[in-house]
């Protein structure tokens, strides 16, 4: 092995380079973070990818007499690639989050069995446990969500105790939705109506739903309506997460950068005397570089092995129990730790690469 190698100067120094490395794997709290912050806006990204191609109607406010909504409505169900569903009246009730505050995502009130069975061969949701035949006033949950409120099948919902549900349910069945979701057989009426999207392409079927929103005085409340919706709900997460990263990334660059500094303070005798038998700048530099960079390669390796069995522990042994899940990757948590690291690395090989090239010799 060369001397003058990264893996070399760590081999020799295995407490000193431990140490550093031990610091770059601190630097997963950033991830962690991440992760924690974005939950539950990856959570409703469940529901959005399994409804994005289903919309909404229903008539405003200002459609006393429904006019509008009925010619609306009648024409859409005259359209051959698109199924037409009714809703009962809406019930809700919330989940608790892993941040600890409630809130509620998607759920669909049918008014009979026939049409949630419809549903769920569009969407390709199964039933994983069954307490009886499903009929008016049966609820239907994620297996998240039922943990979550720490449910069982055969449970009630009683109306005006639980949120906004509006009459007597029972649990009578579990579904294999990812995150969380509540469907509702309920034989009220309501001027609410689900439009699926069959076989249209979604460049067709958004076009079709503009058109109709143009002619008539109806609320549509398509995939990318409620996606915006989402998105719009949860900008102060990602404004408080990064600046968390901002946060953590100065304290973690000027506490790693200490810890360097205080290596090559150490090590300043070594690099005056590759000046002094005429090694190039250029390849001081490229050490300093490779050094760190390998201790950090190392601190990721290790960050993520240990981060992994973490969240694998976290969730198996404790969040699933309760109805709750950390996701293993989020792109703003990777975002996150690439600015962290840029945070670190730049300063630490820039600025003691160019105080180590000017050490001389004279001095030691």
């Given at each position: 092995m060369k001397p003058f190698s990264a893996l070399y100067y760590m081999k020799q120094n295995k407490k000193r380079s431990f140490l550093l490395v031990f610091m770059f794997v601190l630097t997963f709290a950033i991830y962690i973070a991440g992760l924690y912050i974005s939950n539950v806006s990856t959570m409703f990204g469940y529901s959005m990818e399994r409804n994005k191609k289903i919309a909404r109607i229903?008539?405003?406010?200002t459609d006393e007499s429904y006019e509008d909504f009925y010619?609306?409505?009648k024409k859409l169900e005259e359209e051959k690639k698109i199924t037409v569903l009714p809703q009962g009246r809406l019930s809700d009730i919330y989940f608790e989050s892993i941040m600890n505050f409630n809130a509620g995502d998607a759920n669909y009130s049918f008014r009979n069995k026939e049409d949630f069975e419809t549903y769920c061969e569009f969407t390709g949701i199964k039933l994983l446990d069954k307490n009886k035949e499903l009929g008016n006033g049966s609820v239907i949950m994620s297996s998240l969500q039922a943990s979550n409120r720490g449910m069982e099948l055969g449970d009630p919902l009683i109306a005006e105790e639980d949120e906004f549900t509006n009459q007597n349910y029972t649990l009578d069945a579990i579904t294999d939705d990812e995150g969380y979701s509540i469907y509702y057989i309920s034989d009220t009426d309501s001027a609410d109506y689900l439009v699926l999207n069959s076989s249209m392409d979604n460049n067709g079927f958004k076009e079709m739903l503009g058109?109709?929103?143009?002619?008539?005085?109806?609320?549509i409340g398509d995939n990318d309506y409620y996606k915006e919706h989402m998105d719009s709900q949860f900008r102060n997460f990602?404004?408080?997460?990064?600046f968390v990263i901002i946060l953590l990334s100065i304290i973690m660059a000027v506490t790693i950068n200490a810890a360097f500094a205080g290596m090559y303070q150490y090590r300043q005798g070594e690099f005056a005397l590759y000046n002094a038998i005429g090694i190039s700048k250029t390849r001081i530099r490229l050490k300093i570089i490779s050094e760190v960079l390998l201790m950090d390669i190392a601190g990721i390796i290790s960050g993520t092995f240990l981060m992994m069995l973490w969240i694998y522990l976290f969730n198996n042994l404790y969040l699933i129990k309760h109805g709750k899940m950390l996701f293993y990757y989020n792109n703003m948590s990777m975002a996150g730790m690439v600015i962290s690291n840029l945070v670190i690395l730049i300063p630490v090989t820039f600025f003691q690469g160019r105080k180590l090239v000017k050490t001389d010799i004279c001095n030691y």
């Open positions: 229903r008539p405003y406010n010619k609306a409505l058109k109709i929103g143009s002619e008539y005085n109806i609320f990602n404004y408080i997460y990064f």
